[in-house]
């Protein structure tokens, strides 16, 4: 039997409750950090021409032992011309910062997506307003999500751009759709890293 108005909105509400809970501590709207709402999403479906209608899902990483390697090599890499008081401690927060997620959930409604990485939520606006989010490490930063249209002839695989930044750093996650591959490209850059960090991790569609 197809679920009610009220119980779609109960079953969006508990999923992310349980999630966020899960992942980070309390959350307010189920209940409350010192700095973060994560908000509901509502029981609308998103806009007929959102380009987002087509990330929704769950997906699987399937990159295997080499992909998680490679973003241990790209890790070393960001750090290697650093000094070597510090290279240490450099690596060690982009290696808490950069844990290769299992799963990837998209859930969306009304003008709200939320990408979900190993039961944590990102709630963002579609129009690309920037909310505030809690990473996994603890910190508070700015989060849109950017949603360009695809054009061309053949047009390009979709893709959506979800960008976290502060004064000091920043991180953008490019999703990119291959049939019912989701491709992440992973780009973190900080005043303080001598370059960015750039690896990619593959996902399937299940």
Known sequence: MPQSKEQASATRRAFLCLTASTASGLVLGCSSTPDVVVPEIPPVPLPDDSPAKQFLGTYRFTGGEAERIAVNRAIDATVADMNGLIRGIARDKLAE???????????????????????????????????????VTGDVMDMRYQ??????????????????????????????LRGAQL???????????PRELLYYLTYEKG
């Open 97 to 135: 910062a950069n844990i290769v997620p299992v799963e990837i959930s998209m859930v969306g409604g009304g003008n709200l997506l939320a990408v979900v990485v190993d039961r944590r939520p990102y709630v963002g606006r579609i129009d690309g307003i920037a909310m505030k989010v809690k990473t």
């Open 183 to 193: 491709i992440m490209h992973v780009r973190v850059h900080a005043t303080q890293l």
């Open 147 to 176: 949603l360009p249209q695809s054009t061309g002839a053949p047009p390009p695989p979709p893709q959506m751009e979800q960008v976290f930044y502060d004064n000091e750093k920043g991180r953008v996650n490019r999703f990119e």
